[in-house]
């Protein structure tokens, strides 16, 4: 199926598969904590996310960001976005570079905290409630050292067609999207964002 394939771990690297395991579980674990509050702050049963999150498309990425000697104005180690599935969970790094903006389009550095861990919002619960929750803007300022982070992207399982929350729709605020699952919003944002995925999909 689309989207799912075997790890293809590197061999020279003693105990780096049940490192990145651990890691993993650990935080799959959170994330699934943190689907109550969810519910809750939506006004929903505290388990109302729970059917959605039985095989979660979860996954996470290794990123280097590298210093640069020099950089153009609006040069950045990852430019502006907000990621695509429910919530991201992302560690605080040692060095700074991490950029939110806020609702009024204001970028800022979030405070750095030891052991803090940040949560974004991604594309799909803000569709899912009918954009009453916000996907997080960010961005990544080229570092003045070597940066390393590890986010962990927490979704929903690809099957399941999800509806408009029902505390987030209304007759005068009627749902902005149609039902769909994780994989058709998946599908659709790949072929929208990449100009050959479509091509190379088919083949």
């Known amino acids: 199926m689309q989207f799912y394939g075997k790890n293809q771990w590197p061999r020279d690297l003693p105990g780096f598969k049940d490192v990145v395991r651990s890691y993993m579980g650990a935080m799959e674990s959170l994330g699934r904590k943190l689907l109550p509050l969810w519910a809750l702050a939506l006004d929903m049963p505290q388990d109302y996310f729970q059917p959605y999150f039985k095989n979660g498309y979860t996954y996470y990425r290794m990123a280097h960001y590298p210093p640069a000697a020099t950089q153009d104005e609006n040069e950045f180690a990852l430019g502006a976005h907000a990621d695509t599935g429910f919530m991201t969970l992302l560690p ?23 052991g803090a861990i940040h949560v974004n919002i991604g594309q799909f619960l803000n569709r899912w409630t009918n954009e009453r929750l916000r996907a997080t803007p960010h961005r990544v300022a080229i570092p003045k050292a070597d940066r390393y982070t590890v986010p962990v992207f927490v979704n929903p399982d690809l099957e399941p067609v999800v509806h408009c929350i029902p505390t987030c729709a209304d007759k005068d605020n009627p749902p902005k999207y149609e039902p769909e699952s994780y994989y058709d919003f998946f599908k659709w944002y790949m072929a929208n964002s990449y100009p050959h995925y479509a091509e190379f999909h088919a083949a």
Do not use: C, N, Q, T
Request: aromatic share 8%; charged share 35%; hydrophobic share 50%.
């Open 92 to 114: 605080s790094a040692d060095v700074e570079g991490l950029e939110i903006m806020d609702a009024d389009g204001i970028w800022f550095r979030p405070a750095k905290i030891d």
